[in-house]
């Protein structure tokens, strides 16, 4: 008899246990969270995507050009209060620095695209070749997508990717204006984007995007 009940008392706490048990769903309705990203034509006129896949934009003399994104629709577990739990974050290999002087190269991006770990990689600047911490020192040089890397900023913390890059949050459209000045023209850049569906605890799905432009 005693062994018949405390099979039942078993069966019993399984059987709560399984119902207890609820897991979290996809970040995304439809079970595939992809993302659409293209250039203002508003702001841009005549900006077009080649055969290749790169952007095409004409200075026009506006200072910024602006990309917009399309989030795909995201799980109402993961809306709160209105508020969609999404973050975009955009990161470009375009610099400026020196009232002026451009030059491309893949430091500090938010999606892994470092000269090296240590960050003394030098970098060639005309006939002479100064380090990161050099410029930072002489003048913040600024990211084409909105930020700059100051002298004071630690370049090898843990927390140094939260501070790079520039972020929209709590949106399913998605834009950031990016600088573009004449002396731009000729050249190339590529703008990284990262979406992460679900900033708060539970799955989580990132999706990662490039945009390569040519300035006309």
Request: hydrophobic fraction near 35%; include cysteine; proline fraction near 6%.
């Amino acid at each position: 008899m005693k062994k018949l009940i405390y099979i039942s008392l078993v069966i019993s706490l399984l059987a709560c246990s399984k119902e207890e048990i609820t897991l979290s769903p996809y970040p995304c309705l439809d079970g595939n969270c992809d993302t659409f990203f293209y250039i203002d034509p508003v702001v841009s006129p005549g900006v077009y995507q080649d055969g290749n896949g790169y952007w095409h934009i004409q200075h026009w003399g506006y200072q910024y050009f602006t990309i917009k994104g399309e989030l795909d629709e995201i799980h109402p577990d993961y809306i709160i209060n209105g508020t969609p739990l999404v973050e975009t974050i955009f990161d470009s290999n375009y610099w400026l620095w020196i009232n002026g002087l451009t030059f491309t190269v893949p430091l500090y991006s938010v999606l892994g695209f470092f000269t090296s770990g240590d960050y003394l990689n030098p970098i060639p600047v005309g006939n002479l070749t100064y380090t990161i911490e050099n410029m930072t020192e002489l003048h913040p040089p600024l990211n084409i997508v909105g930020y700059e890397v100051s002298k004071h900023q630690c370049l090898d913390c843990p927390y140094t990717s939260e501070l790079l890059g520039t972020r929209s949050k709590y949106t399913t459209f998605p834009q950031q204006q990016i600088f573009f000045d004449n002396q731009m023209v000729g050249d190339t850049a590529t703008i990284f984007i990262k979406t992460i569906f679900n900033t708060d605890i539970g799955p989580k799905a990132e999706v990662e995007k490039e945009l390569n432009i040519i300035f006309d």
